[in-house]
């Protein structure tokens, strides 16, 4: 109420929109927390790793002193040696997926990002006898993206296709090019397709679910790592899958040089 001698003149209402103001309080408890886990994180995982080490080699002393006849010691230890290495690649991810959430975003070309990529998995693809193949579209754009997050999202698709095309070998291809969502945003594509088993329909909603892995060492992050990198660069991810391969598709935003080239 607005007064003068006591007389109500009027009444003044004040609104404020404080939506904007909570939802940057929000956010800036969710950065605090993430930063203190990730610090947390870092420092088990250290604390961790060495013993798991320890064990490891100590294992691996045993099996060289028990006596070769004995096939059920061996067996014991090698399960053993299996859930070392379990562990260390759990310790691993969860280090990554704790990183994950600091982005700096820059413009990136996607292709030598690839090729890149693609250059360090070639002895391991070459013994298993994978081909591989990469095919870039002329008019393809940089995207906006955070390198080393985008390294990992490409690295876990890699290595998830090497791995189930496994022993019998098979095609790693990869296709980048642009792609516009019905609404003319401009993305650029990244398929990677393999030749492997595939993915039955009702598995595939599961996959991105953090921890779930059909893989005895795997650690079932992988892809939900992927799909939370992906989604902070704004992009998407989607499969086509059928028994004899499967292809991930990766949508990333283009950047938009008029108003983001100061990034
Ligand atoms: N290219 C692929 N072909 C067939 N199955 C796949 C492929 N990529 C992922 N999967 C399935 O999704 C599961 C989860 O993958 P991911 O999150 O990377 O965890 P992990 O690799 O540790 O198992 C895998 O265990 C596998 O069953
Ligand atoms: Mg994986």
């Not at 754009?141 to 690295?155: A, E, I, K, N």
């Not at 095309?165 to 790693?172: A, N």
Request: aromatic letters at 6%; charged letters at 20%; a positive charge.
């Amino acid at each position: 109420p607005v007064k003068q001698n006591n007389k109500i003149l009027g009444v003044l209402f004040i609104f404020q929109d404080i939506s904007e103001h909570e939802r940057t309080k929000i956010r800036t408890q969710q950065l605090e927390q993430r930063a203190l886990l990730g610090e947390v994180t870092a420092v088990f995982a250290h604390e961790v790793r060495n013993p798991i080490n320890n064990i490891s080699t100590g294992l691996q002393l045993m099996a060289l002193n028990t006596p070769k006849e004995d096939t059920e010691a061996h067996e014991m230890i090698q399960r053993l040696l299996g859930d070392c290495t379990r562990l260390t690649n759990l310790m691993e991810s969860v280090l990554t997926f704790s990183r994950t959430g600091n982005y700096n975003f820059a413009p990136l070309d996607l292709g030598s990002l690839l090729e890149r990529l693609l250059k360090r998995w070639r002895p391991r693809m070459e013994r298993l006898g994978i081909q591989y193949h990469v095919k870039i579209a002329p008019d393809t754009l940089p995207v906006r993206g955070d390198q080393r997050s985008l390294d990992q999202v490409f690295t876990n698709l890699i290595s998830n296709a090497v791995r189930v095309m496994g022993k019998q070998g098979g095609t790693l291809a990869v296709k980048i090019g642009p792609h516009f969502s019905s609404g003319g945003k401009a993305f650029t594509q990244v398929d990677i397709s393999d030749t492997g088993p595939g993915i039955p329909e009702e598995m595939r909603k599961q996959i991105f679910e953090p921890f779930f892995t059909t893989s005895p060492n795997g650690t079932g992050l992988g892809l939900s790592i992927t799909k939370e990198i992906v989604t902070a660069h704004r992009g998407r991810i989607d499969l086509t899958s059928f028994p004899g391969g499967t292809i991930f598709h990766i949508y990333l935003p283009v950047i938009n040089t008029t108003e983001e080239i100061k990034l």
